[in-house]
């Protein structure tokens, strides 16, 4: 078998496995009283070189976003956001259940991405005071995106200052991040807070980690409200310890950036061998950008590569999503390649 159905999949790091045996001695004061928590506070404000960001590790990525967002909005507020994103369509109304009923509001725009033009106009058309409609108070952007498309630094900067004008905060679900940040070539504060984002919610579960994510807020007000939240959510673990050495491995030395730069690359072969096969009926539905491909295939295809031990998410009737990680090695490529060109030529009835 070879997984192509998430990152989530995927196995433990060896860097991470190996920073969570070696906080596996001695004790340690429980609820993030510990001296790795600590040291965690000083990894995060280097690598964002933000001098007073404060990080909140959680257990999933569900908890980074809804509690981050529920300390960034008031319960009659709105947070906008792109259709497609995992907030609005993928986690159980978590956002509004732990904002005391805030409102999940879409702002479309092409490539999975907020429209600039269409953020606007939708701030604009608010009856602002009016206590009959939920006040927008915060947006939030997903990069990548769930169809793993990028926003340039620049992009989300335009976004936020919009955001702005009308009063609201800005939050950045960054589940996949790292996929982003190395395909960017940038540094982290670019599409964080130098762009005006005032908390993020750090993936990485996805790229790595043991049930490991984190809330990184840059703005006090926010980080001063989470300390609560996070507590009363039943967020702040007893050995708070074996997160923070896990985030700490992660953000140590690139080890996160090396291992979306992996997943990321592992993509783009898979992706150059899909797009030979364009003349028999494959089309990539969106681009790519990290390592995430929404595929259109022939139909009998998509059966024949199951068979074949594709492991990968039936979108519909013709599209898979194909998701590769740092555990996926250039040979499970070149297999995959193999046997998705055999099926998709099988399907075709073309020989060779």
């Not at 673990?237 to 080890?255: E, H, I, N």
């Amino acid at each position: 078998m070879i997984e192509l159905r998430s990152d989530n999949a995927a196995g433990v790091a060896p860097e991470i496995l190996a920073a969570v045996e070696a906080a596996n001695t001695g004790s340690a004061l429980a609820y993030g009283g510990d001296d790795l928590t600590a040291h965690l506070q000083e990894v995060v404000r280097t690598v964002f070189e933000h001098p007073t960001a404060r990080v909140f590790p959680v257990t999933s990525g569900t908890a980074a976003n809804s509690l981050a967002l529920s300390a960034a909005t008031p319960p009659w507020g709105a947070v906008l956001c792109h259709p497609t994103a995992h907030i609005i369509g993928s986690e159980g109304g978590a956002t509004s259940l732990f904002g005391g009923g805030v409102v999940m509001r879409g702002v479309d725009g092409a490539h999975a991405l907020v429209e600039p033009a269409r953020l606007r106009a939708t701030l604009e058309q608010v009856r602002w005071g009016d206590p009959h409609e939920s006040q927008p108070s915060v947006l939030s952007l997903t990069l990548p995106s769930d169809y793993g498309t990028v926003y340039l630094p620049e992009q989300v900067g335009e976004l936020v200052s919009i955001a702005r004008e009308f009063g609201l905060r800005a939050h950045l679900d960054g589940a996949r991040i790292a996929n982003a940040v190395a395909a960017l070539g940038c540094a982290p504060a670019d599409v964080t807070w130098r762009a005006g984002v005032d908390v993020l919610s750090l993936g990485a579960t996805k790229n790595g980690a043991l049930s490991a994510e984190a809330i990184v807020a840059f703005d006090d007000r926010i980080a001063d409200e989470l300390v609560y939240r996070t507590k009363r959510a039943g967020h702040v673990t007893s050995k708070m310890r074996f997160q923070s050495a896990q985030l700490t491995a992660y953000l140590t030395d690139g080890l996160w950036l090396r291992l979306a730069g992996h997943a990321n690359e592992r993509m783009a072969e898979l992706v150059a061998e899909l797009q030979s096969l364009s003349p028999y009926g494959v089309r990539l539905e969106e681009r790519v950008d990290v390592n995430m491909a929404f595929v259109e295939l022939p139909a009998p295809a998509i059966d024949v590569a199951a068979e074949a031990g594709l492991q990968f998410y039936r979108m519909g009737p013709s599209t898979v999503r194909l998701v590769t990680s740092w555990q996926t090695t250039v040979e499970d490529v070149k297999e995959a390649c193999a046997r998705l060109r055999e099926a998709v030529l099988g399907a075709d009835g073309s020989t060779g």
